[in-house]
């Protein structure tokens, strides 16, 4: 399970960067402060995740997604070329359910993006915020 600390929402995965050319880009995206819905529970069988998120990507969340995105390539930084899809890990290496429970409709402020660093030990990820950045 995701310890309650570890909770998150990536918007962009560089790797081993280094933080400097991604905290100039960050800095220069803007985005409009909104509520990200978790309204429901998915299980990825390609990777034996359990998450929770929207039915579908806010406008808003897409707009900053793509702004970030684009900022961070016009920096030189290489992005997971894999599409945007907003969720929240709960579980690693789960079991496939037989079924999920509706979830309670919560809405997760959306007012700032961090710039995160992870490292990973036996004892699972632990990310140290290097960078906020106001919405």
């Known amino acids: 399970m995701v310890r309650t600390e570890n909770i998150h929402l990536t ?20 985005g409009a402060r909104h509520a990200l819905p978790i309204e429901e529970a998915r299980y990825w069988k390609e990777n034996a995740i359990l998450w929770a998120g929207p039915n579908a990507t806010p406008a808003q969340l897409k707009a900053l997604v793509d702004s970030l995105h684009q900022a961070l390539r016009r920096a030189s930084l290489t992005l997971e070329e894999r599409p945007f899809a907003a969720h929240v890990t709960l579980l690693r290496k ?38 906020r950045f106001s919405l």
């Open 11 to 30: 918007l962009a995965f560089l790797g081993e960067a280094e933080p400097a050319g991604a905290i100039a880009a960050a800095r220069a995206v803007r």
């Open 94 to 131: 789960a079991n496939r359910p037989r079924s999920l429970p509706p979830l309670p409709r919560v809405e997760w402020p959306v007012d700032e993006f961090l710039l995160v660093r992870s490292s990973a030990s036996s004892e699972g990820s632990t990310y140290e915020p290097v960078e």
